[in-house]
């Protein structure tokens, strides 16, 4: 059977009507835009905030679980969580009230509290790494991580997939271009030209990542176990293995990202898949959208790290942050992995993940549309190609600005909101089948009109 492929024409026709219906039902929202755009850069309180499909941001009144409110009074599945920051679902009752407990109790004090020991022991019991550290954020946890993997090593150079996204951490900037390294597009004020700190291979790539190691210069590869952040590239049987094997031979420790994939399960794509990295890094939803992140290290690592700490005190020695491991965190982490983000909710999450692939996967079908649908865990990505890409660059490829657009407006004009720049869905311990089919109806409809010919 011919596939058919979207009219462009139609497809802004469509657009259009969309913008002019979300003008019309986020009236509210335009004249927050408008206040807003005298006291902040951009009119939002972070500039991305502003590329969002439609003319301008929604403005949030409140989040409950699986849902969000706006100030026009229109009402959402939250598909998107915070772009993962969320998946714990908003507000769950056990982080909200030890949140609140905490606050009264003192938030942050450069001293440990009994927490940080309970959730040093969680984290162990959940990745199989023995030692472990906090920050704030899942890019601090990177670039720590880098840090310390560079002076436990005495190598310059990071090795990152190409495509990748760890935060905004300046090594992983850089992308395979002409057969080289550049910087990745859009690389605000780069610090240096990335190719004098980064290696970048595709994901899959055994004889690229082979050929870069042996330059001997690599102190950590930074991978996420399966791409996330250019769409779902999965690894094939294998790369792991291959992965782990390589990286030993050659000396350079295997740092696994698992701010995303912690939608593998309770221990991340790590413990399903049984990897064995040096160091492990995690952010994001640890601490139910507190700001929270860690990094764990093997036996070795540590000691070979605590071996290369130099004698004098490190205290503004490039790792740190003087928030970093407080007590309000600890404590939102600790209530977040005790009573939210635990292994009966995954058993709830991965099969509605399942569910949400299979009405993309029928509307699709119905309508003969060539796109392809990945899931990994809670988390599901539908793409605009029929093949599944295999690595970062035929992802970025297959990437289609103006669909993309296209079909997380018209899920928010009814009632669904997908994570931006992908059109990816992450199910929480909150979400319900309802939400799910609610998000497949919707689907459904704009690829039937997508389809249809005018
Ligand atoms: C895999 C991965 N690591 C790290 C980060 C950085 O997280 P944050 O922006 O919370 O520092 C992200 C953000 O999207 C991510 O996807």
Not at 192 to 198: A, G, H, I, K, R
Not at 236 to 248: I, K, Q, W
Not at 379 to 392: D, K, V
Request: charged share 20%; aromatic share 8%; hydrophobic share 40%.
């Amino acid at each position: 059977m011919p596939v058919p492929t979207v009219d462009r024409a139609r497809l802004t026709e469509l657009y259009a009507r969309e913008e002019r219906s979300f003008e019309h039902t986020h009236a509210r929202s335009l004249e927050l835009f408008g206040r807003a755009r005298r006291s902040l850069f951009a009119g939002v309180p972070m500039h991305w905030m502003t590329e969002w499909a439609g003319p301008f941001p929604v403005f949030v009144e409140e989040a409950s679980g699986a849902r969000f409110s706006d100030v026009d009074g229109n009402e959402y599945v939250d598909l998107c969580l915070g772009d993962t920051g969320a998946m714990t679902g908003h507000a769950p009752e056990a982080a909200a009230v030890a949140v609140a407990e905490q606050m009264r109790r003192g938030t942050t004090l450069m001293l440990p509290t009994e927490d940080s020991i309970w959730v040093g022991e969680e984290m162990t019991r959940r990745f199989g790494l023995p030692s472990w550290q906090f920050a704030l954020t899942a890019t601090d946890a990177n670039r720590f991580t880098i840090r310390l993997a560079r002076a436990a090593t005495g190598r310059p150079k990071v090795l990152v997939h190409n495509w990748c996204y760890h935060g905004s951490v300046d090594e992983t900037f850089a992308v395979i271009a002409d057969g080289g390294i550049a910087s990745r597009p859009n690389n605000i004020g780069a610090p240096v030209d990335p190719s004098l700190t980064t290696r970048v291979v595709e994901i899959n790539d055994l004889d690229g990542l082979e050929r870069e190691l042996a330059e001997g210069d690599v102190a950590c590869c930074l991978f996420e176990p399966a791409l996330t952040n250019i769409g779902i590239v999965l690894p094939e049987p294998g790369y792991h293995d291959a992965v782990r094997e390589l990286t030993s031979r050659h000396g350079t420790f295997l740092v696994i990202d698992e701010t995303h994939t912690l939608c593998s399960g309770p221990g991340g794509y790590t413990r399903a898949h049984d990897l064995e990295p040096d160091f492990l890094t995690v952010g994001k939803p640890l601490a139910s959208g507190v700001p929270a992140a860690a990094y764990g290290m093997s036996e070795d690592t540590a000691r070979r790290v605590a071996a290369a700490l130099p004698p004098g005190p490190v205290d503004v020695g490039g790792i740190g942050g003087t928030l970093a491991g407080n007590a309000l965190s600890l404590r939102a982490m600790r209530a977040t992995l005790e009573h939210v983000l635990t292994d009966e909710a995954f058993e709830r999450m991965i099969p509605l993940a399942e569910r949400f692939t299979d009405g993309v996967e029928e509307a699709i079908g119905r309508h003969g549309l060539d796109w392809y649908i990945t899931r990994l865990g809670c988390r599901a990505e539908y793409g605009f190609q029929a093949a599944r890409p295999r690595t970062g660059g035929e992802a970025a490829a297959s990437m289609d600005h103006d669909l993309d657009r296209f079909m997380h407006l018209y899920a928010l004009n009814r009632g669904v909101l997908m994570t931006p720049f992908h059109n990816m869905a992450l199910m929480s311990p909150a979400t319900t089948a309802a939400d799910v089919d609610r998000h497949t109806a919707v689907f459904g409809e704009a690829v039937a009109e997508l389809a249809a010919t005018g």
